[in-house]
């Protein structure tokens, strides 16, 4: 089974902070990706990257950025974060060609205080 | 611009009847759209799929239609059991791979 694992599922982080997020993909797969969850939004996308040290926008990237440096890892930061990024960040990976889409993480649940 | 909706929120079905969630588009340049399943405090799993060329695709109790002239896509699980209790997020895929995801419909099937 594919395992896309992310380092934490609850973090708590102070405003201003600067946040790291986790990702670690087993799978050898190319693509990679960062959503955020929020009630009555769905899933938005953040970044995303087809490569190595490759990155595109997403959606929302404002306050964010990421980091490829290795095929099977994908780090979201928060340059300085607010309480407005307080949200559920799930991670996901998915080879190509993607007819079944993609494999998400467990999610990790951020709180900026 | 919301380019996938989900326009109910929430969804209540009793067991062993039929749940129907609802998924609505605007791009016609989707070529696959997939539904996933996300239970609390765990990531989205994927669930059924249907390419833009079929207009039907069917996996045990999960049915999924695709109304491509109206933009509409279902998702249908009959029976519906408990266990199907969870948040379900329609999703369609286009350039280059990139899935664009609705609101999601929370499912609560009570026994």
């Known amino acids: 089974d594919v395992k896309v694992t992310q380092s934490s599922r609850y973090l708590v982080k102070r405003t201003g902070e600067k946040v790291f997020l986790e990702c670690v993909q087993d799978m050898d797969h190319e693509n990679m990706f960062w959503y955020r969850q929020d009630p009555g939004l769905g899933l938005r996308l953040i970044y995303f990257s087809y490569d190595v040290k490759m990155k595109e926008k997403g959606d929302i990237p404002e306050g964010y950025s990421v980091s490829r440096e290795k095929k099977e890892r994908f780090s979201l930061i928060l340059e300085s974060a607010s309480t407005n990024q307080t949200s559920m960040y799930l991670c996901?990976?998915?080879?190509?060609?993607?007819?079944?889409?993609?494999?998400f993480g467990s999610g990790t649940r951020l709180t900026v205080v | 611009d919301q380019q996938v909706k989900q326009n109910s929120p929430s969804l209540s079905v009793q067991e062993g009847r039929i749940s129907i969630l609802n998924c609505d588009y605007t791009n016609s340049m989707f070529d696959y759209f997939l539904w996933y399943k996300k239970y609390p405090a765990e990531g989205p799993t994927f669930l059924i799929s249907i390419s833009s060329i079929k207009d039907k695709n069917e996996d045990g109790r999960f049915t999924v239609f695709l109304n491509k002239s109206a933009k509409h896509l279902s998702l249908h699980i009959v029976p519906s059991q408990p266990g199907d209790s969870a948040v379900y997020f329609c999703?369609?895929?286009?350039?280059?791979?990139?899935?664009?995801f609705g609101q999601g419909t929370e499912l609560s099937v009570k026994p």
């Open positions: 999703a369609a895929r286009w350039e280059g791979g990139k899935l664009i």
């Open positions: 996901a990976s998915s080879s190509q060609p993607q007819v079944y889409g993609y494999t």
